[in-house]
């Protein structure tokens, strides 16, 4: 089975793992540019990178909507419980679970986390996942860290990144620039832009972006729009 990745807008990403569909930080409702709405989201599992209103909107709805479990850091997990998701899966940086299709490790990022009410929300993360027998990074909301050499290397087995969806929109993350030296510790065959072009301050010019990672020969590069879907490599 092919694994498959869908952006939806702004940071979030469906991933058909062949075996249960990941949701990545679910904004739908709020964002202006969403290709679905949040009640018509199907997915086995939510994944959240930190609690920032632009990821875990509607996180509460549809893991009650469908039972999904959400994994998520600590606090994140605290806060969701509150607010009457009974599925929550709680780590932290550095652990490593079982989800539908393979397995997720909870990343480094560099960012912070609160949720809108004040409510602190733990350590931010990226997403490290071993799913359909692919190795996807998604680095999440982060700036260009060392680190990212560590998280590009091959596991064990030889297997290195197959894709890496990195924030491009700057101001609040990485912007182009910082993400082709992000790309070049990574080693990625395929990159995938987000976190852009939702609101004016993060507009970027994507296909750009792509053409320079492309002619860096850092990877292949993809621009999908909202609603588009990838095989993975
Ligand atoms: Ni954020
Ligand atoms: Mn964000």
């Known amino acids: 089975m092919p694994v498959t990745l869908t952006w939806t807008g702004h940071a979030t990403w469906l991933i058909d793992t062949g075996a249960g569909t990941l949701l990545v ?15 018509d989201v199907a997915c086995d599992a939510i994944l959240v990178t ?24 600590y606090e994140i997990a605290q806060w969701l419980g509150r607010h009457g998701v009974a599925k929550t899966h709680a780590m932290n940086l550095g652990g490593r679970v079982a989800v539908p299709g393979g397995h997720a490790k909870m990343e480094l990022a560099h960012h912070s986390s ?36 560590r998280i590009g290397r091959p596991d064990r087995g030889g297997r290195g990144l197959d894709a ?5 929109g700057d101001l609040f993350t990485m912007g182009p620039e910082d993400s082709l030296e992000a790309l070049r510790m990574l080693r ?4 995938l832009p987000s976190h852009y072009g939702t609101w004016p ?10 053409r320079a990672v492309k002619a860096a020969g850092l990877a292949d590069a993809r621009v999908l729009a909202p609603g588009e879907s990838v095989v993975v490599p």
């Open 114 to 149: 609160s949720f809108v009410d004040g409510a602190y929300g733990g350590s931010p993360s990226g997403w490290l996942l071993d799913v359909g027998g692919k190795r996807i990074y998604v680095a999440g909301d982060t700036s260009v860290f060392l680190d990212m050499e």
């Open 201 to 210: 301050p993060i507009e970027q010019d994507a296909a750009e972006w792509a």
């Open 50 to 73: 930190h609690a920032h209103f632009d990821h875990v909107a509607d996180a509460v709805a549809i893991a009650t909507r469908t039972g999904a479990t959400v994994f998520c850091n």
């Open 25 to 39: 930080d679910p904004f739908f409702d709020e964002c202006p540019t969403a290709s679905m709405r949040a009640e």
């Open 164 to 168: 890496a969806i990195l924030p491009i």
């Open 188 to 191: 990625a065959k395929l990159a």
